[in-house]
């Protein structure tokens, strides 16, 4: 089956450090990987999605992820922090072997929080 | 407009009433999906519509939910005889869709869903 994991409910940074959002999968085949964000009162936002190809995968807003197989990741990352970027982050998987499921299975999200 | 509408924004019902919940698509997306997140739940799959073809029923709680697409745009998600547990936010989002299920989905905002 699968099943993605965001293993932190938060994190929490300071404004112009570095962050990361951690996410794992679990899928029977190759992977579609993606991330979204969601501000209060707002629906979804996709920031990025890994097909195939680089494993390093630049997306908006200055954020980009790793997809790293071995260890079946895809943490979210960002060189410096910004207050804004305060937010519910979701990372949701599809399976390419899965031809009868196409829906994209989340995590359960991760708040960001930024401090000034 | 340029995004999926969704309305109405919010909506508080009486337990044992019968709800419809609207969504717009983007013009031209044939993929039309339908999650649900609460608190503690996050995201849940409940129906996928892919042009003309047999929606993806797997999400689906119960048989009190149902949903319809008319003429493979507008959605419609009908909740017969809310429950309490039904409270929720209920997103919609579409997407361009082929034979490679790697696009991403765009969000509306959502309808919040309160059964009293």
């Known amino acids: 089956a699968q099943s993605v994991a965001q293993p932190e409910d938060q994190v929490n940074v300071a404004e112009g450090n570095p962050l990361t959002v951690k996410c794992t999968y679990s899928?029977?085949?190759?992977?579609?990987l993606f991330w979204y964000v969601q501000y209060p009162n707002r629906g979804l936002q996709f920031l990025l999605k890994?097909?195939?190809?680089?494993?390093l995968v630049k997306g908006s807003y200055g954020f980009e992820a790793e997809f790293n197989k071995s260890q079946t990741s895809f943490h979210l990352k960002k060189p410096s922090a910004l207050v804004s970027d305060s937010a519910l982050y979701f990372c949701a998987v599809r399976d390419r072997a899965n031809q009868a499921g196409t829906a994209l299975i989340f995590g359960k999200g991760t708040t960001l929080s930024v401090s000034s | 407009g340029a995004g999926v509408s969704q309305s109405p924004s919010n909506k508080v019902t009486e337990k044992g009433k019968d709800v419809e919940l609207r969504c717009d698509p983007i013009s031209g997306h044939t993929a039309l999906y339908w999650y649900r997140q609460s608190l503690g739940q996050g995201l849940e799959f409940l129906i996928y519509?892919?042009?003309?073809?047999?929606?993806?029923k797997s999400g689906l709680p119960s048989d009190r939910f149902s949903a319809e697409r008319t003429g493979g745009s507008v959605s419609t998600l009908t909740i017969q005889r809310t429950q309490q547990e039904d409270s929720a936010v209920y997103l919609c989002a579409s997407s361009l869709a082929g034979t490679s299920d790697y696009n991403e989905q765009f969000f509306g905002p959502g309808t919040r869903l309160t059964v009293l």
């Open positions: 899928v029977s085949g190759n992977p579609y």
């Open positions: 890994y097909i195939t190809g680089d494993n």
């Open positions: 519509f892919q042009g003309n073809s047999a929606p993806d």
